[in-house]
């Protein structure tokens, strides 16, 4: 079953730091890029970042730069985002996503959950 | 990176053929074919409907459709049903090497 596992939301206060990790199941993840997204209470999807299939690559959204970090562990099968100087405005469900393909921010064909980060 | 922009809401009769645009500019829509299509219903992960303008994943409804004309994508969803209700959200890949998801529009089946 294809399958992604969000984990590490909480609540953090601003300024403050977290990381979300996300795993992956059912598919060949090393062959894939990979995306977070996210979506505050009640407000539409916002593209956070992407990362190559063997993460040769990365982008990142305007308002995260420099401050988030996608990152991925192939051998394991995880898919992690390093959240720092976080705001309240960082409120959101982030989801795991990810892409048909493996170097592209192409589509979105498999969506995790999501884990809530709250800044507060 | 601003949002692509939808309409905030569109609504049509059970039965009916009902389209969203989705409008950009020439660095984002008008210049890729990586345009995608998502519908999220209340408290749900969205779901992939169409990608790369016009292509549908496998198991996707024949009544979804995608097309692109310059700057603007549109999804038309033809003989409405009930459970087509939901929020829709575009997207497109960008040549900043980013990605941007539209507005979103709320459909609402009359």
């Given amino acids: ?120 | 990176q601003s949002a692509l922009t939808q309409p905030a809401s569109v609504s049509g009769s059970p039965g009916q053929s009902i389209t969203i645009s989705c409008t950009g500019t020439s660095n984002d829509v008008g210049g890729y074919n990586y345009i995608s299509w998502y519908q999220q219903h209340p408290d749900k992960v969205p779901k992939l409907i169409i990608y790369d303008i016009s292509d549908r994943p496998s198991g996707i409804s024949n009544r979804f459709s995608g097309s692109k004309s310059g700057n603007t994508a549109s999804l038309t969803i033809s003989g409405l049903q009930a459970e087509d209700e939901a929020e829709y959200y575009c997207y497109s890949y960008t040549g900043s090497r980013t990605g941007v998801f539209g507005t979103g529009t709320k459909v609402t089946v009359l």
């Avoid at chain 1, 992407?50 to 995260?64: H, T």
């Avoid at chain 1, 048909?100 to 064909?109: C, K, L, M, V």
Wanted: proline content about 2%.
């Fill in chain 1, 1 to 120: 079953q294809v399958q992604l596992v969000e984990s590490g939301g909480g609540v953090v206060q601003p300024g403050g730091s977290l990381r979300v990790s996300c795993a992956a199941s059912g598919f060949s993840f090393r062959s894939y890029g990979a995306h977070w997204v996210r979506q505050a209470p009640g407000k539409g999807l916002e593209w956070v970042s992407f990362i190559r299939y063997d993460g040769s690559e990365k982008y990142y959204s305007d308002s995260v730069k420099g401050r988030f970090a996608i990152s991925r562990d192939n051998s394991k099968n995880i898919l992690y985002l390093q959240m720092n100087s976080l705001r309240v405005e960082d409120t959101a469900v982030y989801y795991c996503v990810k892409d048909r393909s493996f170097g592209t921010p192409r589509a979105f064909d498999i969506w995790g959950q999501g884990t809530m980060v709250t800044v507060s």
